[in-house]
T-cell receptor
Framework: ETGVTQTPRHLVMGMTNKKSLKCEQHLGHNAMYWYKQSAKKPLELMFVYSLEERVENNSVPSRFSPECPNSSHLFLHLHTLQPEDSALYLC?????????????FGPGTRLTVL | AQKITQTQPGMFVQEKEAVTLDCTYDTSDPSYGLFWYKQPSSGEMIFLIYQGSYDQQNATEGRYSLNFQKARKSANLVISASQLGDSAMYFCAMREGRYNQGGKLIFGQGTELSVKP
């Protein structure tokens, strides 16, 4: 595997379900990010982890819960979502302090909440 | 206030011609970075080019170049010799501040580019 991978690629869930999105980066980076991309809107940053520590929580509802067990893996735990949470969820990674600073993105998980 | 503005929701270009995608930004931080990403219909965001606020020369990467006009706060993307595979959404993004602890990218609303054969 190379780059940034995300699973699943597509997810349909009910409002009462609990699911998790997984992201893995194979680039040796030390920062990881979750973004939300809704139709007709710019990408919105949700969470930033740097050296496995959360450094940004961008006023995201508590029904989204991130987890970063190590520098290569990032999860987004979902529970009791709303239909307006349907979107493309993108994970990214970057190398901070000495890297090129560009963020490399995964292919995204397209989430539909019924 | 919107920090990144892309005023062209959609653009058309003939294959093999050059096209410029506009981006203006707003920041009071002297240290910032500007990025362009391409998003095909598959959804993945592909990094294209980066310009640092202190870079003296315009960035270039193959057929992509960034027309950086600091005084005007603009960072337009120029794609030369357009190809059919260039059809996609293009996003301009900015990162402010020091690069030491995770970077917050602020994205524009995007421009949808369609390349005509």
């Amino acid at each position: 595997e190379t780059g940034v991978t995300q699973t699943p690629r597509h997810l349909v869930m009910g409002m009462t379900n609990k699911k998790s999105l997984k992201c893995e980066q194979h680039l040796g980076h030390n920062a990881m990010y979750w973004y939300k991309q809704s139709a007709k809107k710019p990408l919105e940053l949700m969470f930033v982890y740097s050296l496995e520590e959360r450094v940004e929580n961008n006023s995201v509802p508590s029904r989204f819960s991130p987890e970063c067990p190590n520098s290569s893996h990032l999860f987004l735990h979902l529970h009791t979502l709303q239909p307006e949470d349907s979107a493309l969820y993108l994970c990214a990674s970057s190398q901070e302090a000495g890297g090129g600073y560009e963020q490399f993105f995964g292919p995204g998980t397209r989430l539909t909440v019924l | 206030a919107q920090k990144i503005t892309q005023t062209q929701p959609g653009m058309f270009v003939q294959e093999k011609e050059a096209v410029t995608l506009d981006c203006t930004y707003d920041t009071s931080d002297p240290s910032y970075g500007l990025f362009w990403y391409k998003q095909p219909s598959s959804g993945e965001m592909i990094f294209l080019i980066y310009q640092g606020s202190y870079d003296q020369q315009n960035a270039t990467e193959g057929r992509y170049s960034l027309n950086f006009q600091k005084a005007r706060k603009s960072a337009n993307l120029v794609i030369s010799a357009s190809q059919l595979g260039d059809s996609a959404m293009y996003f301009c993004a900015m990162r402010e501040g020091r690069y030491n602890q995770g970077g917050k990218l602020i994205f524009g609303q995007g421009t949808e580019l369609s390349v005509k054969p």
